[in-house]
Every structure is written in structure tokens, then in C-alpha cells.
């Protein structure tokens, strides 16, 4: 059995002798002093007694004179369990929380703070009879001359103001106040000079939601109208992104208008607002192009207005001489170089007739180049409409009647083929005055001139009368400053890439200015007029030649100056995604009706067309003339228009389309002709568009192809120039593929876009001449009528042969 005295078990347990010889009493254990022995039945003792007689714990701490106890309560229970035997349980209970209401939290601080200010008051009344009393004591030592003894001085009061004792522990004071009784005041030591010290005030912060109990949420009694800005291309994701609400409920009001759409689906701005205004709430349009108002600076206010030369469009039916006028005008010949002896671009030109300079704009006369011609009306100051005196008025010349007059552009009229002994000037005066277009000399504005192409009889009249309206008009434009221009053509060209004829309406264009043009951004890096030569600058009036953007932009687009290359990419990007949101917004729109029609008649069979093009305004007007010929049983659908040669990629799309292609004076590449023998897709060369129209014609209304077709047999590669005094300019070729026969008709190719075409002068091998020349050969080529040939063109041969299908 282990023993211990007291005083050992003192020290162990950290208490005095003397209290643990108290506490052993308490326990039943008879000890006196510190040497008794202490069993262990004994400590069990003294620990049971000092359990049971403790009911909280507590514990103390390092700090001197500073004990904390716990909030906690414990005890023991014991509880009997099975088999007689039984466990103790510790039972701890918590200190009842009280919890108040905010009302009364408030109160207390109302109250608390109402204390405070009193007490405050206190203490400056307090002071302020000390201060009184201080100042009577000077006064009464001054008159009488005596000091003011170092000793406490009593103060009586002239009231007897209430002391409120503050509870709260305070800090010492380097004043010392003494209170003998309720009714005593504080004596001070008083010795010179008497500052009194600023009580610092304790402030409460209160929340500003426990003060303020009525800002409170109000649920609204009537629906909230939001205003919806609406930019020109939104989807339904992000209208309800602004209206605070799921798309859900967007989708099915889309149905009730009659217009399925997905979450993420581009909606035209018509279609937007109507959506907005059916959910209730206000749509204001935005207009996107306010991003572009950088571009449209009023030069007119900085730089004078000067004159400037007229715009002339020659304008009228086809055949009856416009071009020829402008030949003869010009002294070139221009209707050489055009298939089928008529125009088929927009040409600029400029000449200077006795010091005064004209641009002249040519346009085709056929009726699939509507769309260029009311282009060439809108850049033009005076029209000069042609009608043959042997043919009268027709459908095209009615047609560009009507362009001058929606423009509100002077006509001047040249009667044109007078030399012809079956012209009729009444005749097409007659037909003239019943569209409208009145003489002078019958009391109307338009002015009548009588020309030939031909033998130039009253062009110099027809010049002088341009020179006369022009004056009339009094054309001014500014000179400097950022250009202004309408693309009139644009294609793609071999070394130099896309090439835009510009015609500049204001301003001046300089070689290396920053240009957009529709959607393309880029440099002016290459500026040149009619004949190629090259330019600083171009100012009003003046047809440019413009190299640097880096696709050939559409034909009617304004080109604008702009001041870096950061606004530049901007306002093209933003143009794209409009363009590219408009589009995808009108497939949306018709995607139901579709639909339906496809669902109520399947039998309606379609024609699908791949159109490449040498030149935009081709593209645009092949793909106008085509479209309108869709029926009720046949739908032209023209899946793909571009301006260059046919590659690889336009013969997969018409394979997954199952498609053919037109080549409106431009070829297949090697790549893309070798793509054609495997798949079979059939592509169709033209170079005179109204042929285009009259096939589609014959396929729409039942007939498989035309009749005569034309078939390439040979293509000829140029490998070296020579000139011979006899012969002119020889091409040294070698023939890559089928057979060059001297007797067939032949095209000249460069980068895959015809520039030429016509017959061979002269076939040779060696120095004989032959008749053919097969693949893997090489020969001597001369093109009549053609020097223009350059290496690394292509000479090809083709017949037109008849087919029975």
C-alpha cells in the first residue's frame, strides 16, 4: 500500500499545507499537521469529497489575480446498465442565452445615448462654476495684491448641481478630485495657468438596418416595363440576359409570332422588337453604324469646292453602238477585246476634248446588267442614252430611262446609226416623246443629238453639248482631304491580286492611304489609270485603278479613307458579322416555309449552280438573271458565286451538292481538272452571258443541254516568246494536254481567266507548218490579231460539236 504525508501531497498538488489539512477534515480524514500519513483509500476520499463539492470547474491562469470560469456546468450521473452493471454519464448544462429584439436593442441605445449627453452637460456646467470661481480668486488677489498659496482651495457652489457616478471602469486622471460628501465639489491645486483637458467621447456605432427599420422591400403592384436596346442582329440568349428572365419563356412567344428559333439563333432587329413589345416592354433600335460616323467627316466645311469634270454614262440597248461611240472617242477599239462584239463590265474612262477633261462610264446594254447599269447611274452626272435610228426604242433603253429619272440625272439623247439607209429619226423620236423623254424643240429639257459611231459624223456636236450641260449643272466637288469613291469593278488579277476600278466622287486619294471598301480593309499600295500608268494621287472625276485590299470588294460599294489601321479592321469586322447576321437571319425566316412547301410538294425538282466569274459585277449579274428564272416545277438554287479561276474547292461543294458549274470567262486549274475526270461533275464555259441565260432556259423548260456544245480537245503551255519580222510574235509552246488543231478556235488563258479570244494565224513545227499538234510536242503558236501574249499562258483549243440527247 503507497503512503505519502501531507505536506508531500501539498507539493504535489500545488496548495498550502494548511488548506489541504482543511480539506482532508472536510473528507473524514483525521490529520493536524503537515507530517500525517495519507493512504490511497484516504486521497480516494478527499477526491470524491472534493467531486461532489464542487459544482463548476475552474481553472486558474498564469495572470496574477485573474481567474476565469467557465460558462459550462458539469455533473455526473450514474445510470444502471444490464447485468448489474452500471456507467457513469457526464451531463453538462449551458448557461441560458438571452436574445432581444432589434426595437429593443434601439431603445437601449436611445437610452444609452441619452445618458451620455446628459452627463456631458453635467460636466460642462461642472466646469464652467470652476472656471467662474477660478477667475473671481484672481480678480480679489490682484486688487489686493496678495499670492495665491500652493494649498487646496475650497469651491463653493453657487448650486448644487446632481454627480452621476459612471460605473464603467475608468482610467486615472491627472486631476485629482475628492468627494467628502453628495454635496461636496472637487478640490483643485491651482498654480498659474489652469488648461483643462478634452473629455474624449465614446461613441456607439450602430448599424444603419437597426436605426433605419423602413427601407424595407416593397413587392411592386404593377408590371415593370424595362427599356430593350435592340441592335440591328440579336439572339433570344441575350434578350433575356436584359430582361432579367429565363430564355424558356422567350422560346414559345418566337412560336406565337411564327418564328422558330433556338437559344442562340441571330434574329433580324424587326423581328426583336416585335418580340420585346409582345413580352410587354419598350425596344429602342440602336443603330450599329454610328461606329462609322468617324468616316463621314463634313470636308466641305474645311477645303473650298472647286470644279470639277463630269461624269458621263453612256447608257442603252444592246447593239445599238455605245460602245462604239466611246471607240470612236477615245480612237481605240474596245469592242475588239469584248465576246460577242458587246460589253459586258462597267469601263471607265477619261478624255480631254480642248482642255476640258470627261470621264465617260460605258455600260452594258443587256438586260441581265440592270443591276450595273443603275450602279453606273447612281456615280454619273449626265446619261447619254444611245437608240439606234434603225431599230427604235426597246426594252433596255425604256429601262434606262428610268434609272436617269428615279436619279433625277439630265438625259442628253444620241441618235445614233444615222448613216444607215433604213435609219428613222422620226420614227424613234415618236417612240421617245411617248416615254416621256421630250425634245427642246418641242418644249421639253432633253437635248437631241444626231451621230454616227461609224464615220463620226456629230460627235464633236455631242461633246460640245455634254461641255454645255455640264456648265449648266455647275458640278463642284472638294479636292482634298479624305477620299470618297464608288467601286464601279473589281476582280482578281495574276501578280497583283484584287484590283478595284474606283471612281472618286470627293476628296483625294494618295498612293499608301488606309482604304475600306464594303467589307475589305486594306492599303492603297498601287494606283492606275485606264492605260496603266501609274499614280501619286486621284482626285474627283477621276477612274482609278486600286491595288492593296485583299479581296476584290462588290461592285457599288463606297470606298473611305480612314485614319489607322486599327478603326479600319474595326469597321470591317463589324460589317462581316452584320453582313454575315443579315444573311443567316433571312435563311432563318424562310427555313418554316421551306419546310411546309417541301412537305406539301416534293415532286419540285431543283437545279443547282456552282458560278465562278472573272469579275464581281458578272457574278452579280449572271446570279440576278438566273434567279428569276425559277418556276413552279424547277427552283434555281445558286449555292456559290466567286470571282477567279475554278480550283478544288468549288468542284468539292458542287460534288456535295450535286451541282454543275457555269465559268463565265474563266477555266479549271490542273488540280481542279483532274478532280473533274474522277467525279464527273460537269462544268459548263461561257463567254457571252446571254447564252448562260438561254441554256438555263432550255434546262428549265424540259430540255437536257443545248443542242451545239462546246468541247476542249487540246491546251497549249507558253514556254518562250519569239518575234519574227514576217510572222509578228510567235508563242513557243508545248501542248500538256489532247491536240492543238490549226483549224479550230482557240482562247488564251492567263491564270486561269480568258483575256483573249480568237483563231491561230500559224502552226509550226520546226520550221514546217502542220495542221495538229499532239500532247507532249512542242511547237511554234501564232494568234492572230493577238500580241499580248506573255509566258506562262495557256493556249486553248476547243470545237462545238453537236450532241443528240
Do not use: W
Not at 499600295?525 to 485590299?549: Q, W
Amino acid at each position: 500500500m503507497s503512503t505519502t504525508t501531507v505536506q508531500k501531497l501539498a507539493s504535489a498538488l500545488k496548495v498550502s499545507d494548511k488548506k489541504l489539512i482543511i480539506q482532508l477534515k472536510e473528507a473524514g480524514i483525521n490529520v493536524s499537521d503537515e507530517s500525517d500519513i495519507v493512504t490511497n483509500e484516504q486521497k480516494l476520499l478527499l477526491l470524491n469529497h472534493l467531486r461532489g463539492s464542487h459544482s463548476t470547474k475552474s481553472t486558474v491562469t498564469s495572470a496574477p489575480k485573474k481567474l476565469t470560469i467557465n460558462r459550462r456546468s458539469m455533473s455526473e450521473l450514474k445510470l444502471s446498465g444490464g447485468f448489474g452493471r452500471s456507467k457513469t454519464v457526464s451531463v453538462e448544462v449551458r448557461k441560458k442565452r438571452t436574445y432581444l429584439k432589434k426595437e429593443e436593442l434601439v431603445e437601449q441605445a436611445r437610452k444609452q445615448q441619452e445618458e451620455k449627453d446628459r452627463k456631458d452637460e453635467q460636466e460642462k456646467e461642472l466646469a464652467a462654476i470652476e472656471t467662474k470661481k477660478l477667475n473671481e480668486i484672481k480678480e480679489n488677489t490682484a486688487s489686493t495684491g496678495e499670492k495665491i498659496p500652493k494649498k487646496k482651495i475650497k469651491l463653493e457652489p453657487e448650486s448644487k448641481p446632481e454627480i452621476l457616478e459612471d460605473k464603467r471602469p475608468k482610467k486615472q486622471k491627472r486631476k485629482k478630485q475628492i468627494y467628502k460628501d453628495s454635496l461636496s465639489i472637487e478640490e483643485l491645486h491651482v498654480s498659474g495657468k489652469v488648461k483643462k483637458r478634452k473629455k474624449r467621447k465614446i461613441r456607439k456605432t450602430l448599424s444603419s438596418s437597426i436605426i433605419d427599420q423602413t427601407n424595407t422591400f416593397t413587392k411592386p403592384t404593377s408590371p415593370v416595363v424595362k427599356n430593350i436596346t435592340v441592335p440591328e442582329s440579336i439572339t433570344p440568349q441575350e434578350i433575356a440576359q436584359k430582361l432579367a428572365i429565363k430564355v424558356k419563356e422567350i422560346i414559345p412567344v418566337l412560336m406565337n409570332l411564327g418564328v422558330i428559333a433556338t437559344a442562340n439563333d441571330d434574329l433580324d432587329q424587326e423581328t426583336a422588337i416585335l418580340l420585346v413589345e409582345e413580352m410587354g416592354h419598350k425596344a429602342i433600335p440602336l443603330d450599329q453604324r454610328t461606329m462609322e460616323d468617324v468616316l463621314q467627316d463634313p470636308e466641305e466645311e474645311i477645303f473650298d469646292k472647286v470644279q470639277r469634270p463630269p461624269v458621263v454614262t453612256i447608257m442603252g440597248h444592246v447593239d445599238h453602238g455605245k460602245t462604239s461611240l466611246l471607240d470612236f472617242i477615245r480612237k481605240s477599239k474596245i469592242t475588239d477585246k469584248e465576246a460577242g462584239g458587246i460589253t459586258q463590265h462597267i469601263g471607265a474612262y477619261s478624255i480631254d476634248h480642248n482642255s476640258t477633261v470627261i470621264t465617260f462610264l460605258d455600260t452594258p446594254g443587256h438586260a441581265a446588267f440592270s443591276q450595273m447599269r443603275s450602279r453606273g447611274v447612281n456615280v454619273t452626272d449626265i446619261v447619254v442614252l444611245v437608240v439606234a435610228a434603225d431599230d427604235g426604242v426597246k426594252p433596255q433603253t425604256i429601262e434606262a430611262i428610268e434609272h436617269a429619272k428615279a436619279s433625277n440625272t439630265p438625259i442628253i439623247i444620241a441618235i445614233n446609226k444615222i448613216d444607215k439607209p433604213e435609219a428613222d429619226i422620226g420614227k424613234v423620236k415618236d417612240e421617245l416623246v411617248s416615254n416621256e423623254v421630250i425634245p427642246e424643240d418641242l418644249g421639253g429639257d432633253n437635248l437631241f443629238v444626231h451621230i454616227s459611231a461609224k464615220t463620226g459624223e456629230g460627235i464633236d456636236n455631242l461633246i460640245e453639248t455634254i461641255i454645255l450641260q455640264s456648265e449648266i449643272l455647275d458640278i463642284q466637288a472638294v479636292n482634298q482631304g479624305k477620299a470618297v469613291g464608288t467601286v464601279i469593278e473589281s476582280g482578281i488579277e495574276s501578280g497583283k491580286g484584287a484590283a478595284s476600278t474606283i471612281l472618286i466622287t470627293k476628296g483625294k486619294l494618295k498612293k499608301g492611304d488606309l482604304i475600306i471598301a464594303g467589307e475589305e480593309f486594306g492599303k492603297a499600295r498601287l494606283l492606275l489609270d485606264e492605260h496603266s500608268n501609274e499614280l501619286i494621287a486621284a482626285t474627283p472625276s477621276m477612274p482609278v485603278k486600286v491595288y492593296g485590299l485583299p479581296s476584290a470588294p462588290n461592285a457599288g460599294d463606297e470606298l473611305r479613307v480612314v485614319d489607322n489601321e486599327r478603326q479600319g479592321r474595326e469597321i470591317a469586322s463589324l460589317r462581316k458579322q452584320r453582313n454575315k447576321t443579315i444573311e443567316t437571319s433571312n435563311k432563318n425566316k424562310d427555313k418554316l416555309q421551306n419546310f411546309l412547301n417541301q412537305s406539301i410538294d416534293s415532286s419540285k425538282q431543283k437545279l443547282t449552280l456552282v458560278i465562278k466569274t472573272d469579275v464581281q459585277g458578272s457574278a452579280e449579274a449572271i446570279k440576278d438573271s438566273l434567279v428569276k428564272l425559277t418556276t413552279e416545277d424547277v427552283e434555281i438554287d445558286i449555292i456559290s458565286t466567286g470571282v477567279g479561276g475554278i480550283n478544288e474547292s468549288d468542284i468539292n461543294l458542287a460534288e456535295a451538292s450535286s451541282a454543275f458549274i457555269i465559268g463565265f470567262n474563266v477555266r479549271a486549274d490542273t488540280g481542279a481538272r483532274k478532280i473533274v475526270k474522277d467525279s464527273g461533275i460537269e462544268i459548263k464555259y461561257y463567254s457571252v452571258i446571254y447564252e448562260i441565260i438561254d441554256d438555263i432556259v432550255k434546262i428549265v423548260k424540259g430540255h437536257a443541254s443545248p443542242v451545239i456544245k462546246e468541247k476542249i480537245i487540246g491546251l497549249a503551255e507558253v514556254r518562250e516568246i519569239f518575234d519574227s519580222k514576217s510572222l509578228g510574235r510567235i508563242a513557243g509552246c508545248l501542248i500538256i494536254e489532247g491536240s492543238v488543231v490549226k483549224s479550230n478556235s482557240i482562247r488564251v488563258l492567263r491564270d486561269n481567266t480568258v483575256i483573249y479570244e480568237g483563231e491561230l494565224e500559224s502552226l509550226r513545227r520546226f520550221k514546217d507548218s502542220v495542221n495538229e499538234v499532239k500532247s507532249g510536242t512542242e511547237c511554234g503558236i501564232g494568234v492572230k490579231n493577238y500580241n499580248d501574249i506573255k509566258i506562262g499562258d495557256q493556249i486553248e483549243c476547243f470545237v462545238n460539236i453537236e450532241v443528240n440527247k
